[in-house]
Nanobody, 112 residues
Framework: QVQLVESGGGLVQPGGSLRLSCVAS????????LYWVREAPGKGLEWVSA???????YYAGSLKGRFTISRDNAKNTVYLQMNSLKPEDTAVYYC??????WGQGTQVTVSA
């Protein structure tokens, strides 16, 4: 059973940065595709980014250039570096491993 725990969320001003982390326990993530997904208030889930087993990386088109996903298999961790944050980035951010495992989410609020 894989458990995922996100951290790094918080309140940040527009234009600021945050780095989210998602640490896994119970199993290695090295063979899994890893994803970040977000849910904004009143909206559905939105896929943010993915990193494959071999390091292939994908972003939602609107986020490319501001967000950077990375993984550290030795630490069983996936990261999301978020720069130039906008109020519309306010959401709960979830990490996902494969198709079955989700974290509990971390709140990101972008506000002046």
């Amino acid at each position: 059973q894989v458990q995922l725990v996100e951290s790094g969320g918080g309140l940040v001003q527009p234009g600021g940065s945050l780095r989210l982390s998602c640490v896994a326990s119970g199993s290695s993530l090295s063979s899994s595709w890893l994803y970040w997904v977000r849910e904004a208030p009143g909206k559905g889930l939105e896929w943010v980014s993915a990193v494959g087993r071999g390091g292939s990386i994908y972003y939602a088109g609107s986020l490319k250039g501001r967000f950077t996903i990375s993984r550290d298999n030795a630490k069983n961790t996936v990261y999301l570096q978020m720069n130039s944050l906008k109020p519309e980035d306010t959401a709960v951010y979830y990490c996902q491993a494969g198709t079955n495992y989700w974290g509990q989410g971390t709140q990101v609020t972008v506000s002046a």
